[in-house]
């Protein structure tokens, strides 16, 4: 019988490939609406949930699971404004720290230290996107209409890269 905790963690293989979609949306979004610091901020994200996604396939391989790759939901395209790009984001990051706290309880209840390690990186990594995203609301609320106040801010503070300080995982292929 299969493990819960390697099957959510084929499930969440899907999302992290699903963020990364959602992730170069808003980033497209941003491009066509000439926003390039938010669309060099959304780029970026999503090469870090491409990786992440291949963090946990790696794991799975390393412990001898299979994995297939499966269909993904499709993006949302289409947003009023950075506001509500981040909100977007806010709201799945929100999402996605919920699906890898399940992950974690699972390698607890199965007794499996080893993936209750592998998981403590991610849950770290979901501390520090929660609150990116929570800035990144607060800034675009601050902006109202002007959206280019959301531009200098990123200009000048930089898009809310990691500070896990961490070692991450290993990535099937190699992280970008």
């Known amino acids: 019988m299969a493990s ?69 939901e ?12 981040y909100k977007a984001a806010q709201a799945h990051e929100v999402k996605v720290t919920g699906q890898i706290e399940a992950l974690f309880h699972a390698a607890r209840e199965e007794n499996d230290p080893l993936g209750e390690q592998f998981i403590l990186w991610f849950l770290r990594e979901q501390v520090e996107e929660v609150a990116n995203m929570d800035t990144m609301v607060t800034i675009a609320e601050r902006a ?22 961490g070692t991450p995982p290993a990535a099937a292929g190699g992280a970008i």
């Not at 280019?148 to 990691?162: C, I, N, P």
Request: aromatic share 10%.
């Open 4 to 72: 819960k905790f390697h099957n959510l963690l084929r499930e969440q293989i899907a999302n992290e490939f699903g963020a990364m979609q959602q992730y170069v949306a808003i980033a497209v979004w941003a491009d066509a609406s000439d926003l390039p610091q938010i669309a060099s901020q959304f780029y970026a994200h999503s090469l870090g949930e491409r990786n992440h996604a291949m963090m946990m396939v790696q794991y799975l391989l390393d412990r001898g699971e299979s994995y297939e790759v499966s269909a993904i």
């Open 74 to 85: 499709a993006p949302r395209n289409a947003f009023e404004s950075p506001l509500d790009a």
């Open 144 to 165: 109202g209409d002007n959206w280019f106040d959301v531009e200098r801010h990123l200009a000048r503070e930089g898009g809310g890269a990691s500070s896990n300080t």
